[in-house]
């Protein structure tokens, strides 16, 4: 018998909304700029403008839109029932903006030196969604 076992199980997982007409429009674009810009609360064109500033270098401005995208995310996320953790499956379309801008953010945090951010960030992506840590650290 394990003494430590949590009776209550785990959380359901979250599934965030689609919002498909941000989804098509960053699709249909090569500047992610205009999307964040259209749709503030769209997790996915944040995490892109992330992710570009990471590969031009600039992890401070990286870190300004993952955390952006991050906070849309998280918010989204307690609109959907979230209650601070449990599972945010990456199999799940709408939920990978929200990793994407999570792992950007530790990313640009570990290139600024903020490492206690950067382990956060990185525990907070593999204890969400361990696929998506796996498949984001490619």
């Not at 500047?31 to 600039?58: C, I, M, N």
């Not at 959907?80 to 801008?101: M, Q, T, V, Y």
């Amino acid at each position: 018998m394990n003494l430590h076992q949590n009776l209550l199980g785990e959380p359901p997982a979250t599934r965030l909304p689609d919002h498909p007409e941000a989804r098509e429009a960053l699709a249909a674009s090569d500047d992610p700029t205009p999307v964040a810009g259209r749709f503030p609360d769209f997790s996915a064109a944040w995490a892109a403008l992330a992710e570009k500033a990471l590969a031009d270098g600039e992890p401070v401005t990286a870190y300004a839109y993952a955390r952006t995208g991050y906070h849309r995310g998280l918010d989204q996320l307690r609109r959907s029932g979230w209650k601070g953790h449990g599972p945010i499956p990456w199999d799940h379309e709408p939920n990978r903006g929200f990793l994407r801008a999570l792992h950007a953010l530790s990313v640009a945090s570990d290139r600024i030196g903020d490492v206690e951010e950067a382990e956060r960030c990185a525990t907070f992506l593999r204890d969400s969604s361990a696929e998506a840590a796996d498949a984001l650290k490619a």
